[in-house]
């Protein structure tokens, strides 16, 4: 059990900030309004996220650690249409089998909480606890088992960078919840939680950027709708991770999707410069596979070609339409 949770782990946690990922996406799957992320040292250390989201009660928090336990299927056929973030059951228990993870809970009825602590997998320590209805999940020492892997980490300062971008990209796919994100005690970016894309943008990037952004909306058919913010060209940037993709609520590494919008540059940019986009797709579910990849980054859309065409399209028509 131990031995498979560790293998698990190499696939889910990778870094820092594949740990933080799950736990927000735990997070906005237990239908959370706010939530807060501190890390220490770039998440080696510590990483604390909390949220005020159903909470577990007693019995489903030990659960909750236990490897294939998903209260989000319930059979296969769930699978084909999967709306939550989470669904394999595997990333509590990957992360708590190497490092040190606590997990508080408490439900909205529940007049107490629920603490564990899990050390290398095992548990050391459980009991009631006090705190406001939600949960939070500390993860300590990570890696300290698994000293190979530890051996890939970069700088704490270049790890904390990559946990801020995937916060700040789930902040963009949930712009109705408000997100915190803090390193090192020092607060690095805050959503206000308006379920304003554009609020989310300026958040990260500051209001004087976000006033260069044009809004796109084109709607395909009845199975295809595109949302979204895109610079104008002379906002631009030597990286093209500056493109973020959202696909059904889920950020996502789309390089169909990233290039549909780059294409839409073509010619308005200098070479080797990209757009600032945010993309936010909604497709109908059945045309979309996100049970590729462990850490469910990759999907695979059904219709590539006609979902490319129309981004760049959309693209395009938010450039033009403001005579650029
Ligand atoms: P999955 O998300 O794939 O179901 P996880 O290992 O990430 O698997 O979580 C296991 C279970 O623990 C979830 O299905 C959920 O029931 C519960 N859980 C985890 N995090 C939270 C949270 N922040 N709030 C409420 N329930 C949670
Ligand atoms: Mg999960």
Redesign the pocket.
Request: no cysteine.
């Given at each position: 059990e131990t031995t498979a949770n560790q293998i698990a782990a190499g696939e889910v946690v990778e870094r820092p900030a594949s740990v933080v990922k799950?736990l927000v996406?735990?997070s906005l799957?237990a239908g959370a309004s706010t939530i807060s992320v501190e890390i220490e040292q770039g998440g080696l250390t510590r990483i604390v996220v909390r949220d005020n989201g159903c909470g577990m009660d007693e019995e489903d928090a030990q659960l909750a650690l236990l490897r294939h336990a998903t209260s989000k299927i319930r059979g296969p056929a769930d699978l084909s249409r999967i709306t939550t973030?989470?669904f394999r059951g595997e990333?509590l228990p990957s992360i708590a089998a190497v490092s040190k993870l606590t997990l508080k809970t408490r439900t909205a009825t529940a007049d107490r909480g629920t603490f564990m602590e899990v050390e290398g997998g095992k548990v050391i320590n459980s009991g009631p606890a006090a705190l406001a209805p939600g949960t939070i999940v500390t993860v300590e020492n990570l890696f300290y088992n698994t000293p190979a892997r530890k051996k890939y980490m970069k700088s704490p300062g270049t790890e904390g960078g990559v946990v801020g971008d995937y916060v700040f990209r789930l902040a963009l796919a949930r712009p109705e919840v408000a997100m915190r994100f803090t390193h090192n005690r020092r607060q690095v970016f805050a959503s206000p939680g308006t379920g304003k894309l554009l609020d989310v943008i300026a958040s990260f990037y500051g209001s004087e950027l976000a006033r260069e952004m044009l809004p796109v909306e084109e709607n395909s058919g009845d199975w295809l709708l595109i949302r979204g913010y895109t610079g104008r060209p002379t906002l631009h940037r030597s990286n093209r991770r500056q493109v973020t993709v959202l696909i059904n609520g889920r950020y996502v590494y789309s390089p169909l999707v990233t290039m549909a919008v780059c294409e839409a540059y073509h010619t308005l940019l200098p070479a080797g410069r990209y757009p600032v986009a945010v993309i936010s797709l909604s497709v109908a579910p059945e045309l979309l596979d996100v049970n590729v990849h462990p850490a469910k980054l990759e999907v695979r859309l059904a219709r590539e070609r006609e979902v490319s065409e129309a981004v760049t399209r959309a693209v395009r028509k938010a450039l033009v339409g403001n005579r650029l």
């Open positions: 799950e996406e735990n799957d973030l989470g990333a």
